[in-house]
T-cell receptor
């Protein structure tokens, strides 16, 4: 089956700096790569996603890049704010979803 | 309001006592799924359903059962719970998959299960 690895497991940045979280996957058949944000006591919420026929996607301060050849994809958050503090999960999917182990992001005011 | 609901939100039970966690969505989504979340392991898919009467095993199906008799409901059944099934459980639904495309999953609020 698919194996998704996510790094780093924890990340602290100063407010206004950028944050980058990286994931790798093993199954070249995976074609959908969502990123979720989970706040304490809540279910995950989609923040951005990318399909295998696209290399990059941006939504305001959030961007995702996908390198199909290398089987890795990354989340970029620019101009971080304290409300960005949460746990972020990447996932890779064809029909079944495989999630990374999460990155706890702390934005220091 | 478009949402995924789960019940109960919290449950403490004993080993071997059958239980059901309900999941319902009001978005007419085809795809529904159950996950368990454990510290350091992220979310792992238990079962998923691409439509009514169609269910498939995820990564960790052992000890769980599901059914999809109606589009809106996808209950998770633990026939004989064991302590290693103590976890935080999430139900999710999605419009997809349509053909070979998948769509955003909407997650419920979670059910914290403790099996003693």
């Amino acid at each position: 089956g698919e194996n998704v690895e996510q790094h780093p497991s924890t990340l602290s940045v100063q407010e206004g700096d950028s944050a980058v979280i990286k994931c790798t996957y093993s199954d070249s058949a995976s074609n959908y790569f969502p990123w979720y944000k989970q706040e304490l006591g809540k279910g995950p919420q989609l923040i951005i996603d990318i399909r295998s026929n696209v290399g990059e996607k941006k939504d305001q301060r959030i961007a995702v890049t996908l390198n199909k050849t290398a089987k890795h994809f990354s989340l970029h958050i620019t101009e971080t704010q304290p409300e960005d503090s949460a746990v972020y999960f990447c996932a890779a999917s064809k029909n079944q979803f495989y999630f990374g182990t999460g990155t706890s992001l702390t934005v220091i005011p | 309001e478009a949402q995924v609901t789960q019940n109960p939100r919290y449950l403490i039970t004993v080993t071997g006592k059958k239980l059901t966690v309900t999941c319902s969505q009001n978005m007419n989504h085809e795809y529904m799924s159950w996950y368990r979340q454990d510290p350091g392991l992220g979310l792992r898919q238990i079962y998923y359903s691409m439509n009514v009467e169609v269910t498939d095993k995820g990564d960790v199906p052992e000890g769980y059962k599901v059914s999809r008799k109606e589009k809106r409901n996808f209950p998770l059944i633990l026939e004989s719970p064991s302590p290693n099934q103590t976890s935080l459980y999430f139900c999710a639904s999605s419009l997809g998959p349509k053909g070979r495309l998948l769509y955003e999953q909407y997650f419920g609020p979670g059910t914290r299960l403790t099996v003693t």
